[in-house]
């Protein structure tokens, strides 16, 4: 159990258009979720928690305007990329926990985005 | 958030036991030490995590030290699948947090055949 579906996996878009991406946890139900971006040969770093029902919590220096978060159901959360310019061209990564218990934490395959 | 130190890097041959270490000497009562390794171009894969005993599953171990500041996941048998980088967090589960991990630079292991 405890599998976290990422879609797209690879994207490439125009700059100046914007992009969706969907973490869906799908065999658990998750109250929280966490977005974060990892650029090549460098850890990752966490952009924003998202919370159901309420809205996310960036982390400093995240832009939550450019970064639009949307947890609408217990199993699903989206990253939009708005306004992409190539300097977005990142590996985006989702994460979840079941809810109500002390597992650790599953991510998702990660979405490559290419901004050109 | 605690921060925890890694080494950069490290080696080991297949079929060999490896020992990674990471110190944590700032971590709090609530915090839990997990374990992550991540393949090129994947999502991390959660390994283990522990409080304070000493925790097995079918992955590793995870060694705790009496004081908490340091914990070393042992690999008792790498393969050539092992290789990856492997990241020592902690999670906070207390406050505002939401339990987020905050991750490190983590200990590239390299396993030669």
């Known amino acids: 159990g405890a599998v976290v579906s990422q879609h797209p996996s690879r994207v490439i878009c125009k700059s100046g258009t914007s992009v969706k991406i969907e973490c869906r946890s799908l065999?658990?139900?998750?109250?929280?979720m966490f977005w974060y971006r990892q650029f090549p040969k460098q850890s990752l770093m966490l952009m924003a928690t998202s919370n159901e029902g309420s809205k996310a919590t960036y982390e400093q220096g995240v832009e939550k305007d450019k970064f639009l978060i949307n947890h609408a159901s217990l199993t699903l959360s989206t990253l939009t990329v708005t306004s992409a310019h190539p300097e977005d061209s990142s590996f985006y990564i989702c994460s979840a926990r079941r809810d109500g218990t002390n597992y650790g934490y599953t991510f998702g395959s990660g979405t490559r985005l290419t901004v050109v | 958030d605690a921060k925890t130190t890694q080494p950069n890097s490290m080696e080991s041959n297949e079929e060999e036991p490896v020992h990674l270490p990471c110190n944590h000497s700032t971590i709090s009562g609530t915090d839990y030490i997990h374990w992550y390794r991540q393949l090129p171009s994947q999502g991390p894969e959660y390994v283990i995590h522990?409080?304070?005993s000493n925790v097995n599953n079918r992955m590793a171990s995870l060694a705790i030290a009496e004081d908490r500041k340091s914990s070393t996941l042992i690999l008792h048998r790498a393969t050539l699948r092992d290789a990856a980088v492997y990241y020592c967090?902690?999670?906070?589960?207390?406050?505002?947090?939401?339990?987020?991990?905050?991750f490190g630079q983590g200990t590239i292991l390299t396993v030669h055949p």
């Open positions: 522990g409080l304070t």
């Open positions: 967090i902690l999670r906070d589960v207390g406050g505002t947090s939401y339990g987020k991990l905050t």
């Open positions: 065999d658990f139900q998750a109250t929280t």
